[in-house]
């Protein structure tokens, strides 16, 4: 095929989240036992599951055209790669994630100048180099094959960690020191020669405009009513009480009966419940709620 996008997708905690995202946002991604080719029901893409790790990697070096990956391996492989969209979503909390310095309960560590002549242990071995250089600090950075959480106190004097929520942390009795090192959410990346090329940048700018229609109607549902005209006024005023009730204003519509018309708008899922009895008891009839896989804007 002469026009082929190859595109990388994070195994491992991601795997899933980010099949969810494309299937939300029109791709069906099928994952095979033990092959690291999934199939995608679009011919002009070439998938290919990875590490997100090694993501950044390929992509500045061209064996891969884009792919999805963390800012935090971005920063670990030091890759120049142009980034095209944020994408925040990840297996627990659908927030960014943070790589915090870790110690046990009872260390002595409360800073980096604390780090002197200690062992850390960490998959984030480059960036966490930086980071001590940066504090003027010179400690001994190993890598961690996983289990991290584990090593404090016999095998090392700290670790750099990811988390989303701290719970494994603390159930390791292990405490947070200082502000988090790096901030990561997912990222979309390509690399120069890939979007140079005009048929690569649209497909990937296509895909890039459908994930963020899904991410943007995630948590949304769109709600239909019918309203006198006469109690228009009043079910307006109960939508502008709830800010996120629209995105723009809502949508009026004619209907056969001249005394009535017909409202569209699209409202936050969690407000559903207490909206409707209002917009009932205002005067709206007809009201029913829908899903919506995309937003674009």
């Not at 700290?158 to 719970?167: K, L």
Request: hydrophobic content about 40%; charged content about 25%; proline content about 5%.
């Amino acid at each position: 095929m002469s026009n082929l996008l190859k595109l990388g997708l994070p195994a491992g905690s991601l795997q899933e989240a980010t099949a969810e995202l494309f299937h939300k946002a029109g791709y069906e991604i099928t994952f095979a036992s033990r092959s690291y080719y999934p199939a995608i029901d679009d011919r002009e893409i070439q998938c290919t599951l990875i590490r997100a790790q090694e993501i950044p990697r390929y992509v500045e070096n061209g064996s891969l055209d884009c792919g999805l990956t963390g800012y935090d391996w971005i920063q670990e492989n030091d890759a120049k790669v142009i980034e095209l969209a944020e994408l925040v979503y990840s297996k627990v909390s659908r927030g960014p994630v943070m790589w915090v310095l870790a110690v046990p309960m009872d260390s002595p560590i409360h800073g980096p100048k604390d780090l002197e002549g200690k062992r850390i242990a960490t998959e984030l071995v480059e960036f966490t180099r930086r980071w001590l250089k940066g504090h003027g600090v010179s400690a001994k950075v190993e890598f961690s094959w996983g289990a991290t959480e584990v090593k404090p106190p016999r095998l090392s004097d700290a670790i750099v960690e990811v988390t989303e929520t701290g719970s494994s942390l603390r159930a390791n009795n292990l405490r947070i020191v200082g502000e988090p090192l790096l901030t990561s959410t997912p990222r979309f990346i390509t690399n120069a020669a890939a979007y140079a090329d005009p048929w690569k940048k649209e497909k990937m700018d296509d895909l890039v405009l459908m994930l963020r229609g899904a991410m943007a109607a995630e948590g949304k549902v769109g709600l239909k009513l019918n309203v006198r005209k006469s109690d228009m006024d009043r079910v307006l005023g109960l939508l502008r009480q709830h800010p996120k009730t629209s995105l723009n204003s809502p949508t009026v519509s004619a209907l056969t009966d001249p005394e009535w018309a017909a409202l569209e708008t699209i409202i936050d899922e969690d407000i559903v419940r207490h909206i409707m009895p209002q917009l009932h008891a205002a005067g709206a009839r007809g009201i029913v709620e829908y899903s919506i896989n995309k937003i674009i804007e």
